[in-house]
């Protein structure tokens, strides 16, 4: 296996698919000129809108979608795989979901994958979100192989999910991405500790691109694309939240050190829980 450098483009994406393509495309081409041949962008690359009337109004079936159709002549231009972190797509029964897509050098989609987890959350200070509302979630894991490694495939609000990536881990990943939309709240708090988290307890390289900044919908995003090496070290990131993108070199040898030196991908264990309850049964 040899090493390869990879790519995030960070994006503070609008309402207008074509535009916020076009705002990818340029880092896109930015990064492949700097070397890079997997370069990945956010969850939500060509639309960020508030409602579900916005989002309706905007998006069409995986086929027919104009973004989609862009990103695979570039993937094939630039020839480079090109992981487009999600788009929304219409199924073909009508319901929408949170997609990413691989694709290859060649132009074609490699690999999608559905969003399993609904970010249906309540934040202090009255932010709330209904993904599930919107969304029809997925219900499998994917990875995909990249000429130098296999990799997870997941998005945002996943990466709380540590049995996902561990799923990806066993199946031979040695890199694991989060394509996010991070509100800035929750980012703040939690976003470099969940990355390092699933580096460090997996042995594995972390890519996650993120949406920054102050969006056309209102919403504020925390940015701060990130890798973090299978040792938990920040190799590259963006400190900030401002659209641009950022590459770092990934050798999956370095995978296989951290595993010999810790090797807890292979001494995990399947227990059973029990425990005297009836304290808590009583106060309940
Ligand atoms: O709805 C859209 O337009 C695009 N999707 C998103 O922005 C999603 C669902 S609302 N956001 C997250 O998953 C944030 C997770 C997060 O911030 C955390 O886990 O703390």
Redesign the pocket.
Known sequence: MNAFRAACVQMRSGKNPSENSLQASALIKQAAADGATYIQTP??TNL??GSKAELLDRISAEWQDVSLKAFKRLADELSIWLHIGSLAVLREDGKIV?RAFVISPEGSVAVRYDKIHM?DVDLPGGES?R?SA?YQPGNSAVCCDLPWIRFGVAI??DI?FPTLFRAQAKAGAFMLTAP????QQ??QA?WHVLQRARAIENTSFVVSAAQGGLHEDGRETYGHSIIVSPWGDVLAELDNNEPGYMTAMIDPESSTRARQRIPSLQNDKEFEISGDFRAAETRA
Do not use: D, K, P, Q
Not at 180 to 183: W, Y
């Open positions: 969850e939500m960020l809108v949170n970010f979100w993904e919107t945002c609000y709380r996010a939309a991070f509100t929750t980012g939690h």
